[in-house]
């Protein structure tokens, strides 16, 4: 990173002043996550497992697509790498399952930095567009190396199973075991996108012209975003694997990554609350859906995207945080009657 | 060389498919600047609809035309319910947006004509011309004619007609077309509602080939959007040229790579679309956009 730092500090648009209870905010949450199978046993720690999970790969794609600008549809890919490197090392060669993590990590690190090369080269559209190949590739991929992978009918395997003097049982077991790397993951993202690598990318997303300017490695920056939030795809994409016991090409389709884009920006974009969010909405709606009409499972979801982007076009987190800064300068200054963040001077200006 | 030459007249045929698709979002993209994801299920409804009118007795001809009206109303009112709110918003927003319509359509037609394959006749007779040692389809001779005849008449339509100059006009500056009298909403929704129409051909031009489900343009709409994105999103020609370029090279690498497999060799053609984006980013007949800083 030491190459991107030389961005120097705005004047104005600065980290926003409320550090000090937002860390302490994330300290109570995380206190409460550690609760979560205590209050609820069974199928809601699975699933809360699973919404960790989620939360994490949401946080790369948050990391590509929110900080940077850079439309990916190719999430998918990156999850299945992570997931398939993880059990394929786990299962084949004997490591073990932390470690397996952490292996497909750097896989996914390196494959998403190379990823990005074309990535920088293309923006908008024409990324997504490129991005949508990634996507339709995974299926193709899985099934071609059957021998290894298992094909169309998948791989079961044995979930880790808690040492003996554990007495949550395995779910609960698996879930501290996700908790750990999403704290770590969560605190690592926090930590990079203060500060001045957070400038040099909000630079970046506001004006690529500018930023390169003011002295921003744009391109250099952009690839190691787009390696970073693969890496924590596939993180999410090993957990989520460890978590259910079982992978097929099914887990991994085109539907995987629109749920992944459509999440972050239902959660909100360029915000780390918002990654939390999408993990909820992955976990949840979806299951919701079929609930409400197993039939009509897809439209439902569909119209909620609609709906969410007409009322909500920062997301969730976005539009509480607008809210409270409303609130905040309204507060503070009584006359101007509350400024949004969004209408501060830009850095180039 | 016979047999190479048979492999490029197939081609040319799923070709014609991926083009005639592919018009349809760069009609989209010219006229909103949106790539519309849920373009293929539209051409799923369609191809839906026709079947609903065969199996309801009117004659396949009368069936294609029905599935016409209704998708160039099912594309504009689209347009107005869900994309006009939308339409000035960031690209995210919008991309999510037609995701979302990508997901409705596909649950509709399916929780209305269930997951069943159904069956659709093919317009064109099954015969085969055989020229020389070449067997070329009716079938393949039909779509290539069906597209040729899309593409002058989306020539005639913007270059000769007022109504095509009213659509340009909406398309490359609203705020001034709006200044000139012209009625910029209707336009934007004719352009979708075009846009559907050109779907639909490909529906009804798919539906005989796979039978017809839910899924069925999921891996055309792939296709298609490789061969506009190839041909520049912006450009009609690069539509066509793309969608041949897709078909001919799919064509061929099904006919002499198949030590790669069934699954990797539908990849080839994707992969080729890759290697010109990094080489030529606008792409092949695109428009290099300046951007004022």
Redesign the interface.
């Known amino acids: 990173m030491n190459k991107v730092s030389i961005l120097p500090a705005p004047a104005v648009a600065g980290p926003r002043p409320v550090r000090r209870t937002s860390t302490l905010g994330w300290l109570a949450f995380a206190a409460l996550l550690f609760l979560v199978p205590l209050v609820f046993p069974g199928y809601r720690t699975f699933q809360f497992t699973g919404v960790l999970t989620y939360a994490i790969a949401a946080l790369g794609l948050n990391l590509i ?1 929110g900080y940077v600008g850079q ?1 990916s549809l190719g999430h998918n890919m990156f999850f299945a790498l992570g997931a398939y490197t993880a059990i394929l090392t786990h299962t084949l060669l004997g490591v073990n399952p932390p470690l397996s993590v952490c292996i497909a990590a750097l896989v996914c690190f390196g494959a998403g930095y190379l990823a990005g090369f ?1 990535a920088k ?2 923006r ?3 990324l ?3 991005t ?2 990634l996507a ?2 995974v299926v ?2 899985v ?2 190396f059957k021998s290894y992978t298992g094909g169309a009918a998948g791989l079961t395997f044995d979930k880790p199973d808690p040492p003996a003097w554990f007495t949550l049982g395995q779910d609960a077991w698996l879930y501290y075991f996700v908790l750990l790397f999403a704290i770590v993951v969560f605190w690592a993202v926090r930590n990079f996108v203060a500060g001045s690598t957070g400038r040099a990318l909000a630079g970046i997303r506001g ?1 690529e ?2 930023a390169s300017s003011m002295g921003v490695d744009v391109n250099h920056l952009k690839v190691v975003v787009f390696g970073t939030g693969s890496m924590l795809g596939g993180v999410g994409g090993a957990l989520a694997a460890y978590t259910i016991g079982f992978i097929g090409p099914d887990s991994f389709t085109l539907m995987l990554s ?1 749920g992944f ?2 999440s972050i ?1 239902v959660g909100g ?1 360029g915000t780390i609350s918002g990654a939390v969010v999408a993990g909820l909405f992955l976990q949840f709606v979806p299951s919701y859906a079929s609930d409400i ?1 197993q ?12 709906v969410c ?2 009322l909500m ?1 920062r997301g969730i987190t976005g539009s509480l945080i607008k809210l409270l800064d409303a609130r905040r300068e309204a507060s503070k200054h009584p006359s101007t009657q509350g400024v949004p963040s969004s209408s501060r001077p830009n850095p180039q200006e | 060389m016979q047999y190479f030459l048979q492999q490029i007249i197939n081609g040319i045929g799923d070709g014609a498919i991926y083009a005639s698709l592919g018009l349809a979002l760069v009609l989209i993209y010219r006229t909103t600047n949106i790539a519309n994801f849920a373009q293929g299920e539209m051409a799923t409804v369609s191809a839906y609809v026709a079947w609903q009118c065969v199996a309801w007795g009117l004659p396949l001809g009368w069936a294609i035309v029905v599935a016409i009206v209704v998708s160039l109303f099912v594309g504009m009112a689209t347009y107005l319910i869900f994309v006009r709110p939308v339409q000035n918003k960031d690209e995210l927003t919008i991309i999510i947006v037609t995701l979302g319509l990508f997901l409705a359509f596909n649950s509709l037609s399916g929780a209305t004509w269930g997951f069943m394959q159904m069956p659709l006749d093919s317009p064109f007779p099954e015969k085969y011309f055989s020229i020389g040692s070449f067997r070329v389809s009716v079938e393949l001779l039909g779509t290539v004619a069906v597209l040729v005849a899309i593409s002058v008449g989306m020539f005639l339509l913007f270059q000769k007609t007022r109504l095509g100059m009213a659509l340009r006009a909406a398309a490359s500056n609203g705020s001034s077309a709006k200044l000139v009298g012209i009625p910029f909403t209707a336009m934007m929704a004719i352009g979708w509602g075009l846009a559907a129409v050109l779907g639909a051909v490909s529906g009804l031009l798919v539906a005989p080939r796979v039978t017809i489900d839910p899924n069925m343009m999921g891996s055309i709409i792939i296709y298609a959007f490789a061969a506009a994105v190839v041909g520049g999103l912006t450009s009609y020609r690069g539509a066509v040229v793309g969608g041949a370029v897709v078909g001919i090279s799919q064509s061929l690498s099904m006919a002499y790579l198949p030590w790669l497999g069934a699954d990797l060799q539908i990849l080839l053609p994707l992969l080729l679309i890759v290697a010109v984006l990094i080489v030529k980013p606008e792409g092949l007949f695109g428009s290099t956009v300046m951007v004022r800083v």
């Open positions: 697509t439309v074309p080269r293309l908008g559209l024409y997504a567009l490129i949508l190949i339709v590739s193709p991929l099934k071609h004006g012209l500018a629109i884009l459509a920006v974009l009409s039939a009509l499972a897809g439209a439902v979801y569909g119209g909620i995207l609609i982007m007409f076009p």
